[in-house]
């Protein structure tokens, strides 16, 4: 009897530490249960199409931010990078018409500007909520003066064979659904199977400690938003496939605070030191999830913004008391 006991004793704290670390599994699950009978046809191809290829583009950012936050930092220039890498990418794409020439030219601009941003961090000694709320503003600027507030579109010659990228499909699975399960699985590698990964938490949770433990700190932080960087150059390509014409005003606009809601939603700790990429992986899942069932509930469109803002909110309060539990 006491065995019995013992086992079944085991299995609801395991069950129970499952459930504290993995919250949004249910999350996910219970939003769901929602969107299907909200929505008929949620389960539908196109549907789910159409989800993915809403959540890819953001999603890869997602993934960047997560180092970011587990770091301990924080970096809202993302939507501007996006702007100014893809505008400048489709200039590349028409002077070369070369796709992949274009593919290098956004990874190594985006790595470029997340190195800028990281060296005012580490190098700088700047809050980074306070380099990336320049670099936001900046990077924006230069895009816009650049583009003389105009689009930056795709020439006729490579429109077509651009476009697919985004829009295609390989056995009936999109193209960025496909890009965004093998970065996000390159990310996950990573961070739970090298050391830089494990370096990345250390720094987050206690910096000091971390110091004293021989991490270089200052370069852990600085590669951090590279990365980052280099994860926004990626999306900063595909959103210009998907689109064809990079208005500079307006491209990337609130991909930030879809970034940090997607990180807040998949059990990241906005304080650091605690993260999965799955769970980011998730979240951006979640969040197109919400704004669809918002739609298919006839909820205004303007009140997205603060639905997310609540989001964000509640999702840190859970982590605060979870952590202080």
């Known amino acids: ?30 939003l769901l249960l929602i969107a299907v009978l909200i929505n008929k046809n949620f389960l539908s191809y196109s549907y789910l199409s159409t989800l993915i290829l809403q959540s890819t583009i953001k999603g890869i950012i997602a993934l960047g931010m ?60 700047i809050a980074p909520f306070i380099v990336t709320l320049a670099t936001l503003s900046a990077f924006r600027s230069i895009i816009v003066q650049l583009g003389q507030g105009g689009p930056f579109n795709v020439s006729e010659n490579v429109y077509q064979s651009f476009r697919l990228i985004a829009v295609g499909t390989i056995f009936k699975i999109p193209n960025l659904a496909i890009i965004f399960v093998i970065v996000t699985a390159i990310v996950y590698v990573v961070m739970e199977k090298t050391k830089f990964g494990r370096y990345i938490y250390a720094v987050g949770s206690n910096e000091k400690a971390a110091s004293l433990a021989g991490i270089n700190v200052v370069r852990i932080k600085t590669l951090c938003f590279s990365i980052t960087g280099l994860l926004t150059g990626i999306s900063a390509f595909l959103l210009a496939s998907r689109l064809t014409s990079i208005t500079a005003p307006n491209a990337g606009v609130s991909f930030e605070l879809d970034a940090i809601a997607a990180v807040a939603i998949g059990g990241t700790s906005m304080n650091g030191g605690r993260g999965r990429i799955i769970g980011t992986f998730l979240g951006i899942i979640m969040l197109q999830m919400i704004e669809g069932i918002l739609i298919a ?29």
């Open 297 to 325: 509930a006839k909820i205004p469109p303007f009140l997205t913004g603060l639905v997310k803002g609540v989001i964000i909110i509640l999702a840190v309060l859970l982590q605060s008391k979870k952590e202080k539990s």
């Open 66 to 125: 997560t180092l970011v936050i587990i770091s301990g930092q924080i970096d809202l220039s993302v939507g501007s990078i996006t702007a100014l890498v893809s505008g400048l990418g489709v200039v590349v794409l028409n002077t070369t018409e070369n796709m992949l020439v274009m593919l290098l030219f956004c990874m190594v601009f985006g790595l470029f500007l997340g190195t800028i941003n990281g060296l005012l961090v580490t190098k700088g000694r």
């Open 1 to 30: 009897m006491k065995t019995e006991l013992t086992t079944q004793n085991k299995i609801f704290n395991e069950v129970k530490k499952f459930s504290s670390q993995h919250t949004y599994v249910f999350s996910f699950l219970a």
